[in-house]
């Protein structure tokens, strides 16, 4: 695997290549970022992957300053999963000038659920793909189904900007007990460890009643409940159209949202009805 720090060397490095599967991440990687890079192996003629910390996409009062830096291990994971180019930027490299230029995602879909309890989250999420895209020039991308709402925010801003690429959905890799993974799930106590699976336990249980014909403002005001009992605070736990988050009418494809903090630490996860 070639390691490369700058656009000029990714350019470089990808100019043999014509069909890049792309796969951009955080770093402090767990097996669910594994599974996505071996899933793009099957798609292009080169796998990439990013490793950045985005500043744009993270709110005051977060957790930018003491999320988790691994590139090392990070590389390690990624060489044995066959990557193929490891992007690894500065933030010099990557925000050489301050960002001025920021893409606004439809607030239809990116100021509801995560958008409303982290003003701005998407449009610097966007920026940051954005930019990404434009260095990688990739032909696939993968991105997880755990961040559901990402993936359909980031569908929307490839297909609305006719860019030459196909957004390419991840399924959500899960603990033995069904926590989803998550690079945040290291913040947790081995206590909260346990009681963290009861996220996806409630929206299962949430899918469960929506299927049986339940009242869906009910099935969510008990989801709120349960969880505040055990305590979390959740932020939301909702049955929405699987399409585009919207309320659902009679017949849509659902989606169960969940959203809840344990401790100091935002779990979120979402399963399809």
Partial sequence: MHVV????????????????????????LHAGHIALVRQARELGDVTVASIFVNRLQFLPHEDFDSYPRTLAEDA???????CGVLFAPSERELYPEPQTFRVL???QLADLLEGQFR???????????????QCVQPRFAVFGEKDYQQLLVTR??????????????GTTCRAEDGLA???????????QRREAVQLSRVLARMGEQARAGEDL???????MTTLAQRGWAPDYLVLRRRADLQVPAPGDA??????ARLGATRLIDNIAV
Avoid at 11 to 28: C, D, I, K, Q, Y
Avoid at 181 to 191: D, H, K, T, V
Avoid at 254 to 259: T, W, Y
């Fill in 217 to 223: 403002a009910g099935i969510e005001g008990a989801a």
């Fill in 156 to 169: 929307a801003m490839v297909r609305q900007f006719a860019m030459p690429l196909e957004i390419v959905a």
């Fill in 105 to 107: 995602p439809d607030p």
């Fill in 5 to 28: 720090h700058t656009i000029a060397e990714l350019r470089e490095r990808l100019s043999a290549f014509r069909a890049a599967a792309f796969v951009p991440t955080m770093g402090n």
């Fill in 76 to 82: 390690d994971k990624l060489a044995g999963a066959g």
């Fill in 254 to 259: 659902l989606v169960a949202l969940g959203a």
């Fill in 119 to 133: 003003p701005g989250f998407f449009t610097g999420v966007c920026t940051v793909v954005m930019k990404l895209f």
């Fill in 181 to 191: 993974l998550s690079s945040r799930n290291g913040y947790l106590s081995a206590e």
